[in-house]
């Protein structure tokens, strides 16, 4: 197991399987139905998001859209479990915050190198710590 230390934006403990983007994501433009990102031309187009841990770079989009896409999302039981993100925004702070997804940034470079889709994961974001099975 790996261990990789990071730092705490919205509290909680997540395990499951992630899911990479290169692409900074617009929560409104993901089908609250399935998880699905719908947007064209993203890189995850076509991919779910429902129940898995999301690595990507950061939010898009007004906050309008970034709060009532992950409300959606949480309404159908389709929101991402956890987010380790690089950029984070006002918005996708104070939305995990509310919504109780975890949510932490500042992750060794490495950890982004060695890790693939639909590994598992566990972020512990009251400890600072991410592990790798």
Excluded: W
Aim: glycine share 6%; aromatic share 6%; net charge negative.
């Amino acid at each position: 197991m790996r261990r990789y230390r990071c730092h705490k934006i919205a509290k909680g403990k997540a395990k499951g399987e992630i899911v990479i983007s290169k692409d900074p994501l617009c929560f409104y433009l993901v089908d609250p139905k399935d998880g699905q990102v719908i947007e064209k031309n993203h890189d995850l187009e076509g991919k779910s998001i429902a129940n898995k841990i999301i690595v990507f770079p950061g939010g898009k989009g007004s906050s309008v859209v970034q709060a009532d896409g992950l409300y959606q999302l949480q309404q159908e039981n389709n929101a991402p479990i956890g987010m380790i993100i690089k950029y984070p925004d006002t918005v996708l702070v104070a939305t995990s915050i509310i919504m109780n997804i975890p949510l932490v940034d500042k992750v060794d470079e490495d950890f982004y190198s060695i890790i693939e889709d639909d590994d598992v994961i566990e972020i512990n974001a009251d400890e600072s710590i991410i592990s790798i099975d």
